[in-house]
């Protein structure tokens, strides 16, 4: 007999109650840590993988960032692309079949996985096109076609590397260009093949070697236009990173201005055509011509302007009052000169009548101080046996000698009494 079905929830309460209570774990996991663990599971697990399936709930976010859903008949995934990353905006279109290029990442906060974009193209695209896409999403994730990168041209290059093929048209029309455009810069090439195997090395070899020995002031890499095969070499990695690392500028001039490659992102300057490369390059003579002469016209008439500014200024100067009268000052000062020195002369004489009195004058007093004077007016000097003066009585000795001096002439004396 079946049983009701509020019987059978009686029956299997009843086993619950009856069941055996387990032990504890000897562990306990946090959410987080948990969630931490599927995100290393998840992103470390599963590799960078093409994913294709139907865009649908496109959604443009304010700050640039793309968000999606990819789904097939049997499961749909959320997918993010980021601002940063580049992709034709006609692919963003709900209903829209692509092939999606990147890696599964977990969102830990919100419990969430998806698909993070790096590239996207779309479905039924050749594999050269979608290797095109992952190399230009990895190298662009590195930083080597950022602008910050782009390094000036020199505005008249002495010397211009050329990397292309020797037999092509494009060698021919970079020389006519640019020896025609600027004769005096010299040309320098380093002839590569530029399709085939090998192609890449050759033309990574010649960019590193023009940069190895400073060669040129500026290079350029080329070949004619063709398909997405033709052009291969140019998107190689290898060539890229040369590009990338070079010192000297570069100029891409790779196929018609409709072509388009990694070298021309990874370029400091990109051409349209390899005949449009030597109107970068180089400047067209005949404009620098023409612009020396219109310079060379505008200095002299700057020069003839100013020339006639002072002829005006002269005459106004010297048809001016104060000009007019500058002899008669001239005079004026000559005269207040002469007077001046009339003065300073006179001034001189006086002084050197006052200082020759005051000579005298002091010539007159230490005359009068000297011992000659003294003597001439009958005084003597006394000296003794040593040479001494005597002033006192006292310092003579009986029978001393003496030398007595006058104001003419001297005399020796003896001591025969003294007599203090």
Request: proline share 4%.
């Amino acid at each position: 007999m079946k049983k009701s079905p509020n019987t059978e929830v009686e029956d299997l309460f009843d086993r619950l109650i009856k069941m055996p209570v387990e032990e504890p774990v000897d562990e306990i996991w946090s959410v987080g840590r948990l969630s931490s663990q599927i995100k290393r599971v998840v992103e470390d697990g599963l590799p960078l993988l093409w994913l294709e399936g139907e865009v649908s709930n496109f959604k443009l976010h304010s700050s640039g960032h793309r968000y999606f859903t990819l789904k097939d008949d049997t499961a749909q995934i959320s997918t993010v692309m980021w601002r940063t990353r580049t992709a034709l905006s006609s692919i963003f279109q709900d209903g829209v079949k692509v092939r999606a290029y990147g890696r599964v990442t977990v969102w830990e906060q919100a419990g969430k996985y998806q698909f993070d974009v790096q590239s996207l193209v779309l479905a039924g695209v050749g594999s050269l096109q979608a290797a095109f896409e992952v190399l230009k999403a990895k190298l662009g994730a590195e930083g080597l076609f950022d602008s910050s990168r782009k390094k000036p041209l020199p505005r008249f290059p002495k010397r211009i590397g050329i990397v292309t093929s020797p037999t092509g048209a494009v060698i021919h029309d970079l020389a006519w260009g640019l020896t025609t455009r600027f004769p005096p810069s010299k040309i320098y090439l380093i002839p590569v093949a530029v399709q085939g195997d090998g192609a890449a090395d050759q033309i990574a070899n010649a960019i590193d070697l023009f940069n190895r020995d400073d060669l040129v002031d500026v290079i350029i890499i080329g070949r004619g236009g063709g398909s997405l095969e033709d052009l291969w070499a140019f998107n190689e990695e290898v060539v890229v990173r040369a590009i990338a690392r070079a010192r000297i500028p570069i100029v891409s001039a790779v196929g018609h201005e409709v072509d388009f490659t990694l070298s021309d992102l990874a370029a400091d300057l990109r051409a349209p055509t390899p005949t449009g490369a030597a109107a970068l390059v180089v400047p067209d003579r005949k404009d620098l011509l023409e612009t020396l002469e219109g310079r060379k016209t505008s200095l002299s008439s700057h020069l003839d302007r100013l020339l006639e500014l002072w002829k005006e200024r002269l005459v106004r100067i010297t048809g001016s009052y104060s000009f007019k009268r500058l002899p008669g000052r001239i005079n004026d000062e000559r005269l207040k000169l002469d007077e001046i020195a009339r003065r300073n002369e006179l001034s001189l004489e006086r002084n050197i009548l006052s200082r020759r009195t005051s000579i005298s004058s002091m010539t007159g007093q230490f005359s009068a101080l000297s011992p000659k004077s003294v003597l001439s007016r009958g005084y003597g000097i006394v000296r003794n046996s040593k040479g001494f003066l005597v002033r006192n009585s006292s310092e003579l000795e009986k029978g001393e000698r003496l030398e007595l001096v006058f104001a003419v002439g001297s005399a020796t004396a003896s001591i025969d009494e003294i007599r203090n």
